[in-house]
């Protein structure tokens, strides 16, 4: 095999000479054993691409494809939401006070902005689907005043939609037998290629919501 290593331009010494060789294929063994080794990470290192190459469209890790079943029985996707900005939050009905609160701060802050109000959609994903029909969830939006799309689905749906966000909510039983639901308070503002923009945690000030909203519909 040949000497893949330039001789040098001066004439030193032979130990020198030696040495200086022996330092440099130190340096370039060391060099060769750094190459493998990112080589190797890369190689077991965990795939982090969506799982589906639906999902690709999807660079940040929250929203994505979902199928729900609005209040006409016509379907709602991520797909045909696609165009308009929208705000979506989940919940439930017979929700005591994190639903009614956030879908009448969204409507407030909706007149804030003005004829701005109109560019972005309200939507409003039931996860109680045993209880609350499409039909149930279209009258109860319609309480707040503000056009806000209801929405629900067969319990898997629900799911997918919930994982889609990675929200959250769980049953929880309540004396007699009845249950109440434990759910994400948060308001996902999705832009209008169904991209994550920002997020209306429940405890924001309305000023800086309104400034979230502001954005989303800029
Ligand atoms: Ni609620």
Same mark, same amino acid.
Do not use: E, T, V
């Given at each position: 095999m040949a000497d893949p290593f330039p001789e040098l331009e001066d004439e030193p010494s032979p130990e020198r000479r030696a040495e200086g060789l022996k330092t440099l294929r130190l340096a370039l063994w060391g060099a060769v054993a750094l190459v493998v080794g990112i080589g190797l990470v890369a190689m077991f290192?965990?795939?982090?691409?969506?799982?589906s190459a639906g999902a690709? #469209?999807?660079?940040?890790?929250i929203g994505g494809p979902f199928s729900l079943t609005a209040p006409d029985g016509s379907r709602v996707t991520d797909q045909t939401l696609k165009g308009t900005p929208f705000a979506i939050f989940f919940g439930f009905t017979?929700?005591?006070?994190v639903c009614p609160t956030t879908l009448s701060r969204m409507a407030q802050l909706r007149k804030q902005?003005?004829?701005?109000?109109?560019?972005f959609r309200i939507v409003f994903v039931s996860v109680d689907p045993g209880y609350d029909t499409p039909q149930d969830i279209g009258r109860y939006v319609e309480l707040f005043g503000t056009p806000i799309l209801g929405l629900t689905g067969t319990d898997k749906e629900v799911d997918a939609a919930v994982k889609a966000y990675r929200a959250f909510y769980q049953k929880v039983p309540t004396k007699g037998g009845d249950y109440t639901i434990d759910h994400t308070a948060s308001v996902y503002l999705m832009d #209008?290629?169904?991209?994550?923009q920002s997020i209306i945690a429940y405890d924001e000030t309305n000023p800086s919501a309104l400034a979230k909203l502001k954005r989303l519909v800029g």
């Open positions: 290192a965990p795939d982090r691409s969506p799982p690709a #469209a999807y660079s940040d890790s017979r929700c005591p006070d902005l003005g004829p701005d109000g109109d560019k #209008a290629s169904g991209r994550l």
